[in-house]
């Protein structure tokens, strides 16, 4: 009967942590061991800050050129993790479709405005997309992992600023629990840094889309047929 109640147990704390989202929450539990439940740590953030945002949108989305990024954050090897951070970046804006060209230039030194004015408009890109690697601290599957990002989206023709925007994540390691009726362990992503940036750059991304596309206005709902 305790092992039986040990499982009722596990399950109605299942069904509370399914309920809520995220994490996401399975458990192994059979009648012979304890009930372990693993929970999927998450990216923690609130929204992105944007700072500057264009007023009116291009009748044509333009084609855009992304430069590495530059950290201010005092490290070592601040160019390598520039570049690798901003890769994840440009490649989430690939997905996500932001612009109907966007070409990285990998080999670029670390954003500065005057260097990416000259190289957009010597690539034909209508836009430049650069900015800034603000805090950035990976730690592994054993530790937090925290990236911090500001973007700056410049219009070649006239070097004005259409974008100005920061936002930031955290991924908390969580540790092993262990409860008189049954234990709970995380799992982290097999790639957190990866997971962070893609959150932030995800979000922002969100932005710079529906601005270039705005979502369809919603039809207005049928009236009820026995609405009088």
Known sequence: MPRFAAILVAMST????????????????DLASQPT??????????????????????????????MPLRVTQQMQHPTLVGTNVSRMVWQTWLQQRVFPVIEFADQATPYRQDIALRL???KGAQVVVGGYVTYFVEGGTAGDTRVSLQIEILDVASGQL???????????RQFTNDYLLFATKARMPSDPTWA???????????EVHDWLYPPAPKAPSKPDAFQK
């Open 196 to 206: 962070v940036v893609q959150t932030v750059s995800a979000d922002m991304g969100k």
């Open 14 to 29: 299942l069904f509370i942590l399914s309920c809520a989202s995220p994490p996401r929450v399975s458990v192994d539990m």
């Open 162 to 172: 259409l974008w100005s925007m920061a936002h930031t994540a955290l991924l908390e």
């Open 37 to 66: 439940f693993y929970l999927d740590d998450w990216v923690r953030r609130g929204y992105p800050q944007v700072m500057v945002r264009p007023e009116g949108r291009p009748e044509i989305p333009p084609n855009a050129l992304f």
């Open 120 to 122: 957009a408009r010597m």
